[in-house]
């Protein structure tokens, strides 16, 4: 299968790895609009800086990686050009960009999978399933603040020229909230605050979205990026419900903007009211092996044809919620689902 990737920063060149190692994919060009340095076994393929010179190598296949405001019109170039998409969170910047994704994916017939690579890591699943097991309706709590500088610090700054914290690390936990509810998102209600000059005036880098959904359940997300960010308690995931909670133990460990650590689970912890049990979960994967699960994943469903529409009503879910409280932030009053364009 001839592939293209579109976007050479640590997620694209952890995909480009992913399909250099798999024996259905050839890849066909690498797309960047600056020179970046590759690891040794990408030298070898050709390189573009731009889009149009990668579509014009006919591929099968195309994975974007670019930043989050050209992934629509990339993703909806790519598809009218006769390929399958995969596209890294998120999936679009506005609402009505993703539906247009999705529906272009619909009327040609393309494969579309979104990066939620959580949904590819056992222990997350695991976490889900025992959540699940307890019933609901839940409390959600979750974070993840990263104190971030040096080259860390500039790349979380590029990402909020366009994106928000809120939307760009939240439409991950915000899936893994509805994955275990499994109920309909009602409204949800934000706050955020600039904590740095070096931001625009209407951006911000810290941010907290709140969730109802119709089965009573409720949901919190935190993210603040910068190198003010505290380190203490950045990693909160539980999930609480009349019949106990479960938790991820290897949370507060420091280094929190180590890409390996927002993964790793490390243990749960189940509690009941008649006692505690800890499951261990070693020999998690790590990042590379999460993109190769991916990658995978997105050839599976080609060879396969997979139906991919529940997975394209998720990812456009979550993306909703957090995109609705970006709508909070800026008009200062909740958002009703139903309402937002």
Request: net charge negative.
């Amino acid at each position: 299968m001839r592939v293209v990737v579109a976007g050479l920063g640590n997620m694209g060149r952890s995909h480009a790895l992913a399909y250099h190692n798999h024996p259905e994919a050839q890849i066909v060009g690498l797309v960047n609009r600056s020179d970046v340095a590759l690891p040794a076994p990408l030298q070898e393929y050709p390189r573009f800086t731009r889009f149009e010179q990668g579509l014009a190598q006919n591929p099968d296949l195309v994975c974007i990686a670019t930043y989050s405001d050209s992934h629509a019109d990339f993703a909806i170039a790519a598809m009218e050009a006769g390929a399958d998409v995969f596209i890294e969170k998120p999936l679009a910047t506005t609402v009505a960009d993703a539906e247009r994704v999705v529906a272009t994916a619909k009327r040609l017939n393309r494969k579309l999978v979104v990066g939620y690579i959580l949904r590819h890591h056992p222990s997350w699943q695991r976490l889900i399933s025992e959540a699940r097991a307890l019933g609901g309706p839940y409390v959600f709590r979750m974070n993840l603040n990263q104190q971030s500088d040096g080259p860390t610090w500039e790349t979380h700054k590029a990402l909020m020229q366009t994106t928000s914290p809120l939307v760009d690390c939240g439409v991950h936990y915000v899936d893994v909230m509805c994955q275990i509810t499994d109920a309909k998102p009602l409204r949800v209600s934000g706050m955020g605050l600039r904590l740095s000059d070096e931001i625009a005036p209407d951006m911000y880098n810290y941010g907290q979205l709140q969730v109802w959904f119709d089965d009573g359940s409720l949901g919190w997300y935190e993210a603040g990026w910068g190198p003010m960010m505290s380190e203490t308690a950045f990693f909160v995931k539980d999930v609480v419900s009349p019949n106990g909670s479960v938790s991820i133990t290897d949370g507060n460990k420091g280094a929190s903007d180590d890409i390996d650590g927002h993964t790793s689970v490390g243990g749960l912890l189940v509690h009941r009211p008649e006692g505690d049990s800890l499951i261990d979960l070693p020999d998690e994967p790590g990042h590379q092996a999460l993109c190769d699960a991916e990658q995978a994943f997105m050839l599976d469903t080609i060879s396969k044809d997979t139906d991919l529409t529940r997975h394209m009503n998720d990812a456009l879910q979550s993306l909703r919620i957090c995109i609705a409280a970006d709508e909070s932030i800026r008009h200062g009053a909740p958002v009703d689902l139903g309402d937002l364009k």
